[in-house]
């Protein structure tokens, strides 16, 4: 019997069942890949919905802030003295539930706050704690004395709330683009210019 | 050890600095619970914040911890040592021990 060339088709027809499986390989890997692709695309894009919502409650208190810290501490109540059936309007007094309204609704907006961390950091975003006691330090701390005080000391006080919020703002976005870093196109003729910089460089250190 | 559950032993809305504020006061709760506990010579105080509406203001929070070094004369060292908080809410340790740290002894 003359031996016969083996074919490429043959070959193809004899080791079918490694081709099949190699296909079938291949499809998952893709999939994979598809599915980890936009499963990051996804994460980022809720991950980037919750810092805008942690940055819009830090912009809430610092409104809140300024809002009372320059006007609301000041709120008086008109108090009126009946005097024989007519209503006089006596020494105005100082307005008790001001701060304690603001308070609530700064503790109202931390807690909300609190609970937005506590996704992100599941999602692998952490922040420094320290700014979470600094904020409701600088903002409350003896704001119900706010009445008492001048109006360049309260405005001190705005100044600083302000910078606190500034910061916090900046890292938040920071720890964000950290975990999150924008993706950048891929230049190939960039890539190899600084890869021939990158040797010249080496080649004149050497000369 | 001493357990002060802040919302069942003292109030669920502690609010206010001195007396004249509240009667759930930082002064009251300082003189009320913190110092008697303190001043019973056990070494571990739980104060668990855990339960109260909403939040604590951090001047009770300066009155009742920071009190405890500027009107009480307990040493910062002794109280960051003994004092054992538990909240949900990370900050308030934080502002405690920052709060026992910035504290001077009002009187010798």
């Known amino acids: 019997m003359a031996n016969q060339p083996v074919g490429l088709l043959q070959l193809v027809a004899q080791n079918a069942w490694m081709f099949s499986c190699t296909s079938i390989v291949l499809v998952f890997i893709g999939w ?7 499963a990051r695309l996804a994460t980022r894009s809720e991950s980037k919905s919750l810092v805008d919502a942690l940055s819009k ?42 701060h304690r309204l603001f308070e609530m609704n700064v503790f109202a907006k931390m807690n909300q706050a609190y609970k937005y961390i506590s996704l992100l950091e599941a999602r692998g975003i952490a922040f420094d704690n320290s700014w979470l006691s600094l904020y409701p330090e600088k903002v409350t ?31 938040l976005y920071e720890e964000f683009q950290k975990n999150h870093p924008p993706s950048r196109g891929m230049n190939i003729i960039g890539f190899m210019k600084k890869q021939r910089e990158k040797i010249d460089e080496w080649h004149r250190s050497l000369s | 050890m001493i357990n002060i559950v802040i919302a069942k032993d003292f109030s669920k809305t502690p609010f206010g600095r001195f007396m004249s504020d509240s009667p759930y006061s930082a002064e009251k709760f300082r003189k009320d619970f913190l110092v008697p506990a303190l001043r019973s010579g056990e070494q571990e105080i739980v104060v668990d914040f ?59």
Not at chain 1, 142 to 171: F, H, P, W
Request: charged share 25%; net charge neutral.
């Open chain 1, 32 to 38: 994979k890949v598809t599915y980890s692709n936009s």
């Open chain 1, 57 to 98: 409650i830090v912009n809430d208190i610092a409104d809140l802030s300024i809002d009372f810290w320059i006007n609301k501490c000041q709120n008086s109540q008109k108090n009126l003295e009946s005097n024989h059936g007519i209503k006089i309007q006596a020494k105005k007094k100082h307005d008790e539930s001001a």
């Open chain 1, 141 to 171: 701390l003896d704001c119900e004395l706010a009445y008492k005080m001048e109006l360049s000391t309260r405005a001190t006080r705005v100044q600083e709330i302000l910078g606190v919020s500034q910061n916090t703002m900046n890292m």
């Open chain 2, 50 to 108: 855990n339960g109260i509406a909403l939040g604590v203001g951090s001047s009770f929070l300066e009155e009742a911890f920071g009190g405890l070094v500027r009107k009480e004369g307990l040493t910062k060292q002794g109280l960051k040592s003994r004092l054992v908080i538990k909240s949900e809410m990370p900050f308030y340790k934080e502002q405690i021990e920052r709060f026992i740290d910035n504290a001077e002894p009002e009187r010798l």
